[in-house]
C-alpha cells in the first residue's frame, strides 16, 4: 500500500513539474515606457496593461507627469502596427507600495504592513481595440512594442512583456487529488 502512495505522489509532482515548464501568459501584457533623454538617460513616462484575445483588446494607460499632452498610441510587432485612441482619459493620483500596478487584469499585489510615500500625478485612460490575429500572435510571443506619440513630437515607448498569471491547471487540479487520496489511503492503514 505503501508503495501506491509513493507511485502516486512521484507521478504527481512529475505531471505539475511537466505542465509549469511550458506556462505561458494569459493574455495581459504590460508595458513600462519611457523618453529617452540626451545622454542616454530614460525618464519614465508611465505604464500600460493589455489583456488581449484573438480579435480585440483591452487597455489600461497611465501617463504620469510630467507628461500632460494628448498622445496617439501605436503597438509595433514584426507582422505589422495597430494605432488606436487613447480617449479622454481621467487625472489621477497613483499612491502606494505598488503605485503603478493598478491593472484590474491582474489579481491584486500583496498587502504590505507598512505603507510607501509613493505618490505619482498622472492621467489614466481605458478603452479596447481591434487586435488582427497575427499582430495577437507576436503580442504572445513577447515581440511587440508600445509607443506613444504627441503632436508637441514628445515620444514615450517600451517593451510590452507578457505576464504570467498563475491559475489552477489540470495538474495542480491532479496533484491536490492525489494528495486527497494518499491522505485517506494512510489514514485507513
Given at each position: 500500500?505503501?508503495?501506491?502512495?509513493?507511485?502516486?505522489?512521484?507521478?504527481?509532482?512529475?505531471?505539475?513539474?511537466?505542465?509549469?515548464?511550458?506556462?505561458r501568459?494569459?493574455?495581459v501584457?504590460?508595458?513600462?515606457f519611457s523618453?529617452?533623454?540626451?545622454?542616454?538617460?530614460?525618464?519614465?513616462?508611465?505604464?500600460?496593461?493589455?489583456?488581449?484575445g484573438?480579435q480585440?483588446?483591452?487597455?489600461?494607460?497611465?501617463?504620469?507627469?510630467?507628461?500632460?499632452?494628448?498622445?496617439?498610441?501605436?503597438?509595433?510587432?514584426?507582422?505589422?502596427?495597430?494605432a488606436?485612441?487613447?480617449?479622454?482619459?481621467?487625472?489621477?493620483?497613483?499612491?502606494?507600495c505598488?503605485?503603478?500596478?493598478?491593472s484590474?487584469?491582474?489579481?491584486?499585489?500583496?498587502?504590505?504592513?507598512?505603507?510607501?510615500?509613493?505618490?505619482?500625478?498622472?492621467?489614466?485612460?481605458?478603452?479596447?481595440?481591434?487586435?488582427?490575429?497575427?499582430?495577437?500572435?507576436?503580442?504572445?510571443a513577447?515581440?511587440?512594442?508600445?509607443?506613444?506619440?504627441?503632436?508637441?513630437?514628445?515620444?514615450?515607448?517600451?517593451?510590452?512583456d507578457?505576464?504570467?498569471?498563475?491559475?489552477?491547471?489540470?495538474?495542480?487540479?491532479?496533484?491536490?487529488?492525489?494528495?486527497?487520496?494518499?491522505?485517506?489511503?494512510?489514514?485507513?492503514?
Amino acid at each position: 500500500m505503501q508503495t501506491l502512495i509513493t507511485k502516486l505522489s512521484v507521478a504527481a509532482v512529475v505531471v505539475l513539474a511537466t505542465s509549469l515548464l511550458p506556462a505561458r501568459g494569459q493574455g495581459v501584457l504590460r508595458a513600462t515606457f519611457s523618453q529617452l533623454q540626451p545622454g542616454g538617460a530614460q525618464l519614465l513616462g508611465g505604464v500600460g496593461y493589455f489583456r488581449v484575445g484573438p480579435q480585440n483588446g483591452d487597455f489600461e494607460v497611465a501617463v504620469i507627469s510630467p507628461f500632460t499632452e494628448s498622445f496617439t498610441p501605436t503597438i509595433y510587432t514584426p507582422a505589422g502596427s495597430l494605432a488606436f485612441s487613447l480617449g479622454a482619459g481621467e487625472p489621477r493620483t497613483y499612491s502606494g507600495c505598488y503605485a503603478l500596478e493598478f491593472s484590474t487584469f491582474l489579481p491584486p499585489p500583496p498587502i504590505l504592513p507598512y505603507d510607501c510615500d509613493n505618490i505619482t500625478w498622472g492621467t489614466h485612460y481605458t478603452g479596447s481595440f481591434s487586435l488582427p490575429s497575427d499582430i495577437f500572435s507576436e503580442l504572445l510571443a513577447g515581440r511587440g512594442e508600445f509607443r506613444l506619440l504627441s503632436d508637441s513630437g514628445t515620444f514615450l515607448s517600451g517593451t510590452m512583456d507578457v505576464v504570467l498569471i498563475p491559475e489552477p491547471s489540470t495538474a495542480g487540479l491532479f496533484l491536490c487529488g492525489a494528495i486527497a487520496l494518499s491522505l485517506s489511503i494512510r489514514r485507513r492503514v
